[in-house]
């Protein structure tokens, strides 16, 4: 079967060789486990049961998890794998679970989901570029989304995550998921039961861009939509585009607050402590299985 997933379009058959995103057609994962540092509504205290899928449709250049976006460090695992594991995270009492940089298995997520489904939010923790094609198929299924907003030009995509494209499919897609999801929901201990919360990265010497990004937040999603302002970047993956080999400044974070702020868009802004590598979590090592 072609694979056209995501806005890359390869149409790669899987089952013999590669696709843009150099994966074949086992599902790869590089950890299951409770993860306790995503926004309060996914999270909260007993954390959010997270799958770090391998692989990736982007190719961000600063990217955290390269282990596993870039290199496709993970275990195989087949859908009833996936189904007891999702079965024990959920016993250990997680508020919510994660599918994070999953598009290049929905058949196979689809699949799991068939043989159990679990009795909490599920969440799709991605880029955000995604198809609209693809994100219909996980209409009914997806409860809450969870995507990025990364770029505003053509160029900083290309530049950063070799997507030009960027918005314009990420734009698309994040006005399908608010579509599908509606207004967010929440439960008497504030998790999200419904919605779709927007992330965003600021990134040194693109401040421009993030204020252009947020303004379009505003005008183009529906009132209410949160944002979660995230201030984490740390030069990871042996970047060496010049001026993301930096963190970024109290001044740019200021400046980029200030506008959400402005614009009254409601969210979550991350601490100081946050640019730090000890949050990045472990992959693909025994202990990062449940």
């Known amino acids: 079967m072609k694979c056209n997933l995501c806005p890359r379009r390869c149409n790669a058959d899987r089952s013999s060789h590669f696709g843009f995103c150099r994966l074949g057609g086992e599902m790869l994962i590089a950890r299951i486990a409770p993860h306790y540092w995503e926004e309060p509504p996914i999270s909260g205290t007993n954390g959010t049961g997270a799958v770090f899928f391998s692989g990736c449709t982007l190719r961000c250049v600063y990217c955290q998890n390269g282990d ?85 030009t053509a160029r900083s995509g290309r530049l950063c995550a070799g997507a030009p494209d960027y918005f314009e499919q990420a734009s698309a897609a994040l006005a399908e998921m608010c579509r599908q999801t509606g207004s967010p929901e929440y439960d008497a201990d504030g998790i999200m039961r419904r919605g779709t919360l927007v992330r965003h990265l600021i990134l040194p010497g693109l401040t421009g861009e993030s204020l252009r990004l947020l303004t379009w937040i505003r005008d183009s999603l529906p009132p209410g939509t949160p944002v979660s302002l995230m201030r984490q970047y740390i030069p990871c993956n042996g970047v060496s585009v010049p001026g993301l080999d930096r963190r970024i400044t ?29 949050f990045i979590p472990l992959f693909n090592r025994p202990e990062s299985f449940v």
């Open 250 to 278: 109290d001044r740019e974070y200021r400046r980029v607050r200030d506008h959400m702020l402005a614009l009254g868009l409601p969210g979550f802004l991350q601490e100081p402590d946050s640019a730090d590598r000890d």
């Open 68 to 152: 596993i976006s870039h290199r496709n460090e993970g275990s195989p695992f087949t859908p009833a794998e996936l189904s007891d594991s999702l079965k024990r995270l959920v016993d250990l009492g997680v508020h919510t679970v994660s599918f994070i940089t999953a598009t290049p298995f929905i058949p196979q997520i689809l699949e799991t989901l068939s043989l159990w489904r679990p009795p909490v939010p599920l969440v799709w923790n991605t880029s955000g570029y995604e198809t609209v094609e693809s994100l219909r198929r996980l209409d009914g299924v997806v409860d809450v989304y969870l995507p990025d907003l990364k770029h505003f």
